[in-house]
C-alpha cells in the first residue's frame, strides 16, 4: 500500500458540477442559470417577508381590530375547592402565595384570585391578591379570614 492507491470512502466526495457565471464556454455563462431580466436576476435580490409577487400582501389585505389594554391585571383564579384539598391534604390553616407556589398553582410573579366555586369545609386563613365577593363570603362564613396582599 501506498500513497497512490488511497481514495476517498465511496459516497464522501461529491462532484460540485458547472461553475456558475463564468464564460460561454461554461455552459453556464451569460444569464449565469438566472433567466433572463426581473428582479430575481439582479444582484443583491432578497424577497421580502410577506411577498407575494407584486399581489396584496395577506398582512396588509387583513383589517386591523381590535386593542390590548396596558393597564389590564391578568389574574391567575383559584376556586374554594382547589383550597380546599390543598387545605385538607396538607393539614394546613394558613395558605399564602408560597403555599399555592408549592403545590404548582401559581408562579412567582402570577397575581392570585381566589373564586367562589366549590363548598369551604374548614376554617381557613387565605393570603391573595384578589377575591370574587362569593368566595370573600365563603371563607368568612366559616370563621376564616381573606386578607388582600398587595
Same mark, same amino acid.
Given at each position: 500500500?501506498?500513497?497512490?492507491?488511497?481514495?476517498? +470512502? @465511496?459516497?464522501?466526495? &461529491?462532484?460540485?458540477?458547472? !461553475?456558475? =457565471?463564468?464564460?460561454?464556454?461554461? /455552459?453556464?455563462?451569460?444569464? +449565469? @442559470?438566472?433567466?433572463? &431580466?426581473?428582479?430575481?436576476? !439582479?444582484? =443583491?435580490?432578497?424577497?421580502?417577508? /410577506?411577498?407575494?409577487?407584486?399581489?396584496?400582501?395577506?398582512?396588509?389585505?387583513?383589517?386591523?381590530?381590535?386593542?390590548?389594554?396596558?393597564?389590564?391585571?391578568?389574574?391567575?383564579?383559584?376556586?374554594?375547592?382547589?383550597?380546599?384539598?390543598?387545605?385538607?391534604?396538607?393539614?394546613?390553616?394558613?395558605?399564602?402565595?408560597?403555599?399555592?407556589?408549592?403545590?404548582?398553582?401559581?408562579?412567582?410573579?402570577?397575581?392570585?384570585?381566589?373564586?367562589?366555586?366549590?363548598?369551604?369545609?374548614?376554617?381557613?386563613?387565605?393570603?391573595?391578591?384578589?377575591?370574587?365577593?362569593?368566595?370573600?363570603?365563603?371563607?368568612?362564613?366559616?370563621?376564616?379570614?381573606?386578607?388582600?396582599?398587595?
Amino acid at each position: 500500500m501506498d500513497l497512490s492507491n488511497l481514495t476517498p +470512502a @465511496a459516497g464522501s466526495v &461529491k462532484n460540485k458540477g458547472k !461553475r456558475i =457565471g463564468r464564460g460561454q464556454g461554461s /455552459g453556464k455563462g451569460s444569464t +449565469a @442559470a438566472r433567466g433572463h &431580466k426581473g428582479a430575481k436576476s !439582479r444582484s =443583491g435580490y432578497s424577497k421580502k417577508v /410577506g411577498f407575494e409577487g407584486g399581489q396584496m400582501p395577506l398582512q396588509r389585505r387583513v383589517p386591523k381590530f381590535g386593542f390590548t389594554n396596558i393597564n389590564r391585571k391578568e389574574f391567575k383564579g383559584i376556586n374554594l375547592d382547589t383550597i380546599q384539598s390543598i387545605a385538607s391534604s396538607n393539614n394546613i390553616e394558613l395558605i399564602d402565595i408560597d403555599v399555592l407556589i408549592n403545590n404548582g398553582l401559581a408562579s412567582r410573579n402570577s397575581l392570585v384570585k381566589i373564586l367562589g366555586r366549590g363548598i369551604l369545609d374548614s376554617k381557613v386563613e387565605i393570603k391573595a391578591h384578589a377575591f370574587s365577593k362569593s368566595a370573600k363570603e365563603a371563607i368568612e362564613s366559616k370563621g376564616g379570614t381573606a386578607e388582600i396582599i398587595e
